[in-house]
């Protein structure tokens, strides 16, 4: 059996810049890995030649996701014999702009190329799950990276932000990352400036660090959904608005923190059951 941790991914800087002739989008991200993970174990199975997915999430069960289509994929592609038994410890909220189900084909990726003995390298393994998502690529690293192009081009951070921690809010609203993205093909994509934030973590200046967060999607989002604009305003209101922004399509907003001290503690602990929320360490 394979064991294998799925961790979540912030945006701490995403830049839209424009659409692509194969329907992605040309992006500019910093991406970071949190302490937040999705537990997967892979193993073998003599009892079927397919692959059979176990969850406490019910919509993992099915067929109809990447998570069972990447491994049927895998399966398919190198001749495997045996049936592949994957069982998944969500953790990661659904439909967050956390990445959870491009980290579990990311870990599931590894996972199988582990158990088959495959000796994929990462780039080959990249190459199978550009396939399945624009963020899978980035998932197969743990590392704070600048990431170009539709998710591919992957450039490593020497990591100044390990001392740092997210803190995580998400309102349990679902937001649909595809609608999103086709409101600002619309409206235009508003655009932040890449090169003020790798300068400051370069620098590792956390306050110009917390001044230069920005996702293109977020005004976008924040314009189509009256609740969430007065969610975040209410965040802003509680913890400032330094550092404060949206990971991915949303709706979890987070805040780049140097630690957890009094006020993020209560603040959580206030909002535990309202929201999914907490503080994590930079991977």
Known sequence: MINEKAYAKV????????????DYHNLEMINVKINLYDDIKIKKCHMTSGVIIKSNDSFLSNQDNIVFQSARFMQQKYNLNSGIEITID??????????????????????????????????????????????????????????????E????????????????????????????FNEGDKTGFEKGDLSQIIKAINANDFIEIQNSVFNSLEKIVLQKDERLKTFRDNLALELGEEGLVMTG?????????????????????????????????IK
């Open 249 to 281: 399509s949303g709706s979890t907003f987070t805040k780049i923190i140097k630690q957890e001290d009094d006020k993020i503690i209560d603040f959580i602990d206030e909002n535990k059951d309202k929201y999914f929320i907490g503080a994590y360490k």
């Open 153 to 180: 081009t992957i450039n490593k951070f020497d990591n100044q932000l390990s001392d740092y921690y997210i803190l995580i809010v998400h309102p349990k609203i679902y937001i649909s990352t595809e609608t999103a």
């Open 11 to 22: 945006n701490l800087f995403l830049n839209v810049l424009d659409k692509r002739k194969d």
């Open 90 to 151: 969500k953790k990661i909220p659904y439909g967050a702009g956390l990445g959870g189900n491009s980290s579990d084909v990311a870990a599931i990726i590894k996972g199988i190329n582990k158990l088959e003995n495959l000796n994929l390298t990462l780039e080959e393994m990249q190459e199978i799950g550009i396939m399945f998502g624009a963020d899978i690529p980035y998932c197969l690293v743990d590392y704070p990276a600048i990431v170009t192009d539709k998710g």
